[in-house]
């Protein structure tokens, strides 16, 4: 037995309230070890989290994709308390279209970057109108040519909205819980949903993240995870795990 090996497991339940010590943790060390070990995160998200849904509110598919520019940078409560007064002001995708940039920028002031924002709102919404009869696209190769939708936008759209896994949202808090999981190993957000896409099941690839987005915010949080309270505790050897409960 090599007792002082990190791949070694306790043998010793860890004591009530307190994390495991990452060193104690199992790494999966085969291939069959890695896909069981993602099997049981799932499960254990799946528990703590059962059917994700988008935290922006929106009554149709151009609502959440202004929601979703809006929210780069900014808290979903924020874009939340934004949205209503917004919609009513230019309530229809062509009165973005003709908005005045200065003044609806003003409109989104509070959830910052509010120039940009404003851009890609307007440029968004006249692309649409002209390339997609102003119906916001269902598929990535059309979402990406909207202004103001990278990646993560187009995928929380066509996800939330329409139901079509065609990737993996990647936000920041995915981000640190996949390198946290040892998901991924990567830094770069489109690299993190490459790995992604390989290791998860499709009908995961919207949820998934979803889970991951509330769990970063509930208990693993960037700085002092709350691994003390975590279910996924015994399988997650993080090297910033939290061991002060
Ligand atoms: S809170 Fe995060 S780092 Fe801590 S055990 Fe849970 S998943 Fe691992």
Redesign the pocket.
Known sequence: MAGNDNNSVTKTPAPQGK??PPKLVPRPKTAADRAARLKKIIHLLDRMYPAPRTPLTHRDAWELLAATILSAQCTDKRVNEVTPGLFRKYPTITDFANANPAELGQDIRSTGFFNNKSKSLIGAARKILADFKGQVPQTMEEMLTIPGAARKTSNVVLGAFYGIPAGVVVDTHVQR?AQ??DLSKQTDPVKIEQDLIKILPKEKWIDFPLQLIF?GRA???ARK???A?????PI?Y?K???LSG
């Open positions: 994390a495991t819980l946290r999981l769990h208990l693993c949080v995870p709350r691994c309270e975590c279910p996924i505790d997650c993080a910033d795990k939290n």
